[in-house]
């Protein structure tokens, strides 16, 4: 089992950056994939970015291309999110979660096995 612990969330304007770090322990973390999600009020958690346990490959969602970053530190079991040009509509609770069976790049929540408690995000116009 892996524990996991966001965060560097806050309030940003428009236009603004915010790093977020999630922080792992437990098991080796370089055996796990790792996603970022987030999830608005009414609405449904939704992929963000996830890394493979190597490093060498990221995906995003469409709405975090060319504006977030994926990264991950395999010696500081810690993986993060670079999030540049901020909009109102990223306002969220930011998840990390950690894919036990990495056989690909996964995108849906339920595919993933650990997570953390989130870390508000939120953006004002």
């Known amino acids: 089992q892996v524990q996991l612990v966001e965060s560097g969330g806050g309030l940003v304007q428009a236009g603004g950056s915010l790093r977020l770090s999630c922080a792992a322990s437990g098991r080796t973390f370089s055996n796990y994939a790792m996603g970022w999600f987030r999830q608005a009020p009414g609405k449904e958690r939704e992929f963000v970015a996830v890394i493979s346990r190597s490093g060498g490959s990221t995906s995003y969602a469409d709405s975090a291309k060319g504006r977030f970053t994926i990264s991950r530190d395999n010696a500081k079991n810690t993986v993060y999110l670079q999030m540049n040009s901020l909009k109102p509509e990223d306002t969220a609770v930011y998840y990390c979660?950690?894919?036990?069976?990495?056989?690909?790049?996964?995108?849906?929540?339920?595919?993933?096995?650990?997570w953390g408690q989130g870390t508000q995000v939120t953006v004002s116009s």
């Open positions: 979660a950690a894919d036990r069976a990495p056989l690909y790049l996964k995108k849906a929540a339920y595919e993933y096995d650990y």
